[in-house]
């Protein structure tokens, strides 16, 4: 797959087969988001949590977990008695992944959509809007460009990321979660997590830390 610039301005995901152009020019280029490394992500989610506010089954979060279609950021499944930690921009592209396939949007098309996700800070989330035109995904940042978009003539779908950033939010409000500035970490409700989870938590925030510092 490969994701290219089309006339709109948006970001458009074309399918490797029907690519005319494989220049560098014709790609997104990754210095043209913003890393997710810079944000200082605070709660994490277990996946019966992530799963329940994504409106997806359990079953599903651990088959796309297991096919890494959408795999938790901040603490992966390593194998028994592991559990995984999932961020807030995690469950908002579990939810908006969870549309596009009720909506029948193809899976090749929902992994591009993803990766647009990806790319963005979860702040920037709230500003986007994945269309699709049955063939093509877009992502959309601005009323102009959906409008561009409405009046070419496709039938075209639309899913709000913003609406559901914040919808996820309030119900994640809720929920109980890991507190990854606790020492030790617990979650909301006072139950402590494993400490081979806390260890694996701190190196990553470790990990980001350094990153900034050195960036």
């Not at 702040?123 to 940042?141: K, W």
């Not at 500035?181 to 081979?196: K, N, Y």
Request: aromatic fraction near 6%; proline fraction near 2%.
């Amino acid at each position: 797959m490969a994701a290219q610039r089309d006339d709109l301005g948006l970001h458009l995901h074309v399918p490797l087969k029907e690519r005319t152009d494989l220049s560098a020019e014709g790609a997104v280029q990754g210095e043209l988001f913003a890393s997710d490394d810079a944000e200082d992500v605070k709660r994490g989610y277990r996946g019966t949590v992530a799963s329940k506010v994504a409106g997806i089954t359990y079953r599903q979060l651990d088959y796309w977990a297991r096919k890494q279609i959408v795999e938790p950021s901040i603490t992966p499944s390593h194998g028994s008695g592991s559990r995984r930690l999932y961020s807030f921009k995690d469950v908002v592209i579990l939810a908006v992944s969870k549309r596009l396939l009720d909506a029948g949007v193809n899976l090749q098309n929902v992994t591009a959509a993803i990766g647009f996700l990806s790319r963005r800070t979860t702040r920037q989330l709230a500003d986007v809007t994945i269309m699709c035109d049955g063939q093509h995904v877009y992502e959309c940042v601005t009323s102009e460009q959906m409008l561009e978009l409405l009046q070419s003539g496709k039938a075209v779908f639309g899913v709000s990321v913003g609406s559901l950033w914040h919808q996820i939010d309030e119900a994640l409000q809720q929920e109980d979660y890991v507190d990854l500035q606790a020492r030790p970490a617990t979650l909301s409700s006072g139950r402590p997590i494993d400490d081979l989870t806390v260890m694996r938590m701190r190196k990553k925030l470790e990990a980001q830390r350094a990153a900034r510092q050195a960036a």
